[in-house]
Structures are given as structure tokens and as C-alpha cells.
């Protein structure tokens, strides 16, 4: 069956390729005919070609995304920019673009957690992607403002373990954990916050990346909130292909 569906491939692509206006009508009426005939006798054809096609895509996808990943390496790895947790000297390094208002993030964050008690060699990356709006982007600014007084990781927790985020809400969490409210809101007034933000707005839309949660783990980008047991097995499939590690 395979070989009749390539035959079939290989009569319309030369038609195809010759233009139909240069073959005779007579001769391409009597193509059609064998066509639809055999189609018809084997309707299997149609959906071999097109799980072949769709293999082909998911193959082509794979390695237009294992070149992205590469040639951004560095901004998606080593952007001192960038907070790290987990393992800061792991072999595995996964990174996720986040939203603190976004409910999938909260879902994630919780999966994350998680992977990073099972696996203690994971190096996890922060790429702050506020896309849902000014409350998004307030809450973005004030994390990586806490940096400068050392407090970015329990403030980046609080907030996407809290369900309804507002400024009111954002400068109470960051007091709650110690932070000195007044210099944050200073610090979130220096240009390179938002300068940040901007860098991770355009590595995410080089990668293609247009919704939060979205990981980067070895040469897969993957959107959605993804279970711990999935990040496990991806953790573990970026490891095992790692020559380096």
C-alpha cells in the first residue's frame, strides 16, 4: 500500500511540477480517473498521507524549534537578568516564561514545586512575560525591583500562590515578606526593569512563544501548564541526550 501511495505522490507531483495546462486533457482525464479509481478501492491512501504529512510537519516543527533553541541559548541559559532556582549549578536547565496573573501559571508553579523537590539537579531559569494587562506588568516590574534587596524568589512565590493580584495586593505580599515597600517602588522606577521586560518579550517572540506557561527543556519548547510527572520525563529525556551533562 505504501508503494501504490507513493506511486500515486509521484504522478500528481509530475503534474504538478509540469503544470496541468502542459499535459494533454485527455491524458490528465485519464490520470484523474486511475486516481479517484484507486482511492476509492483503497480509501486507506487518504489517511496514510495524511499521518504522513502530519509526521512530516511534527518533524519539520522539531527542528525549526531545535534551531530557535540554540541560536537564543544564551539569552534562554545565561542572562544574569534572569533569576535562577532549584539547583544553580544542575545539569538540566529548565526555563519557563511566566504571568503572575495568569491561573495556568498558578497551576504550573505548583508542578514546578514539585520537580524541583524530586530532581535536585534541575537549574530552573524565570523569564518574567507579563502579557494580561498593566496589573501584569506592575507585578513583573515589582519581582524584579525585589532583586535589589535580595527577596526575589519568596516574592515571586507569594504572588502566584495568591489568586487575585492587584497593586494593593502586591505591595501587601512584598511588605508581608520584609521588603522595604517604598524603595521598591523606587527601584521599579529604573529603566532597566522595563528594559527587561522588553528583552523577554522579544525572546519570547522569537521562539514563537505567545501565551504563558511555556517551558524550554533541552530541545523541546512546550506551552501549558504541564504536570510534575511530565516535567520529570522531559527532565529526564533532556539528560539522557545531554552529551555534556
Given at each position: 500500500m505504501r508503494f501504490l501511495l507513493l506511486a500515486l505522490m509521484t504522478i500528481v507531483g509530475a503534474i504538478a511540477t509540469a503544470g496541468a495546462e502542459t499535459v494533454p486533457r485527455t491524458d490528465r482525464e485519464a490520470i484523474e480517473a486511475i486516481v479517484r479509481d484507486v482511492i476509492r478501492k483503497n480509501p486507506e491512501i487518504i489517511i496514510e498521507a495524511l499521518e504522513a504529512n502530519e509526521r512530516r510537519r511534527v518533524d519539520e516543527e522539531a527542528t525549526r524549534t531545535r534551531a530557535l533553541l540554540i541560536a537564543n541559548r544564551e539569552a534562554l541559559h545565561n542572562d544574569p537578568n534572569s533569576e535562577v532556582a532549584g539547583n544553580p549549578k544542575g545539569d538540566i536547565t529548565v526555563v519557563e516564561f511566566f504571568d503572575y496573573r495568569c491561573p495556568y501559571c498558578r497551576q504550573a508553579h505548583n508542578e514546578v514545586q514539585t520537580l524541583l523537590k524530586r530532581d535536585g539537579k534541575v537549574r530552573l531559569v524565570l523569564k518574567e512575560l507579563p502579557i494580561l494587562g498593566p496589573e501584569s506588568t506592575l507585578a513583573s516590574r515589582a519581582a524584579i525591583a525585589s532583586r535589589l534587596q535580595g527577596k526575589y524568589l519568596p516574592f515571586h512565590n507569594a504572588m502566584l500562590e495568591t489568586r487575585t493580584l492587584g497593586e494593593a495586593v502586591i505591595f501587601r505580599l512584598a511588605a508581608d515578606i520584609g521588603i522595604d515597600v517604598e524603595r521598591l517602588k523606587s527601584d521599579m522606577r529604573r529603566p532597566?526593569?522595563?528594559?527587561?521586560?522588553?528583552?523577554?518579550?522579544?525572546?519570547?517572540?522569537?521562539?514563537?512563544?505567545?501565551?504563558?506557561?511555556?517551558?524550554?527543556?533541552?530541545?523541546?519548547?512546550?506551552?501549558?501548564?504541564?504536570?510534575?510527572?511530565?516535567?520529570?520525563?522531559?527532565?529526564?529525556?533532556?539528560?539522557?541526550?545531554?552529551?555534556?551533562?
Open positions: 532597566e526593569v522595563d528594559a527587561i521586560i522588553t528583552a523577554n518579550l522579544k525572546l519570547a517572540h522569537a521562539l514563537g512563544i505567545n501565551g504563558t506557561p511555556a517551558f524550554a527543556i533541552g530541545d523541546k519548547l512546550l506551552p501549558g501548564a504541564l504536570p510534575a510527572s511530565k516535567l520529570v520525563e522531559l527532565v529526564r529525556e533532556a539528560r539522557e541526550a545531554c552529551t555534556t551533562c
